[in-house]
């Protein structure tokens, strides 16, 4: 059973996902922190991240693990964990550029595609590319404004800087952030995080509920 929730930038996803798994008694894989963890790497090794053989090279050099918990996944590097440093800034402003890298998308889907289900999927692709058959989708959104005020309990620019940079990124992330057509669409902006998780429990098949 995998159950898919895609959404944009700072839409609530992890949050939400961390909940409907613990519910459902499985983890949830964050696949944006994949992209995350090949940025920064490339970052740390003064990689071009437009360069896509190069990041690839050594990626297939420094190979990384997601460790896809319900309580919040963690990404390893041998045997240093990464995940700590990649919710910065930084990785924020490069990580839509190593995401448009195709070479950098397939080395990421077969990672995901890898894994054991059950599970709950995040990121932007679950319900489209990844797990077009997945058991139940949703897709999370919420205006730039209202998700540039919840990021700002997690990063130390105010709230203008960051909604300019959500909607930058955005748009680059465009291209593989449309939601799949049997998706079920979420406006979080007037939900609490409990709220938006009932929501989709509500939803889900029974089958998948008693899985
Ligand atoms: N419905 C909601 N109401 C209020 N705050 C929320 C809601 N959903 C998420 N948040 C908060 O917004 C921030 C971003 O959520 P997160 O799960 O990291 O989003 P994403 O994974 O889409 O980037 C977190 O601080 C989270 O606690
Ligand atoms: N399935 C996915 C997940 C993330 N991503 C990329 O990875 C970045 C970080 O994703 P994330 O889910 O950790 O970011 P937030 O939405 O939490 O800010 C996104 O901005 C996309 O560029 C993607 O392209 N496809």
Do not use: C
């Not at 896809?68 to 240093?80: F, H, I, K």
């Not at 998706?183 to 709220?195: C, E, N, Q, S």
């Amino acid at each position: 059973m995998i159950v898919t929730i895609d959404g944009v930038a700072a839409s609530g996803k992890s949050s939400v996902s961390g909940g409907v798994a613990r519910a459902l008694g499985v983890p949830y894989v964050s696949s944006g922190l994949l992209y995350r963890a090949a940025t920064g790497l490339g970052l740390e090794a003064a990689v071009d991240l437009h360069d896509a053989p190069a990041l690839l090279s050594h990626l297939q050099s420094h190979p990384l693990r997601l460790e896809p918990l319900a309580a919040g996944n963690r990404v390893w590097q041998g045997g240093r964990e990464l995940t700590g440093e990649l919710h910065s800034t930084r990785v924020d402003r490069g990580v839509s550029v190593v995401a448009a890298l195709p070479e950098v998308r397939a080395w990421v889907d077969a990672q995901l595609r890898a894994l054991p289900s059950p599970f709950v999927a995040e990121g932007r692709d679950m319900g489209t590319n990844v797990f077009p058959r997945a058991g139940a989708k949703f897709y999370l959104t919420a205006s730039p404004h209202i998700r540039a005020v919840r990021r700002a309990q997690e990063r130390p620019e105010d709230v203008p800087a960051i909604e300019a940079a959500l909607v930058r990124r955005d748009e680059l992330d465009r291209v593989q952030s449309a939601p799949a057509p049997d998706a079920v669409v979420i406006d979080t902006g007037p939900l609490t995080l409990d709220g938006v998780i009932q929501t989709i429990l509500a939803q889900l098949p029974a089958q998948l509920t008693s899985a």
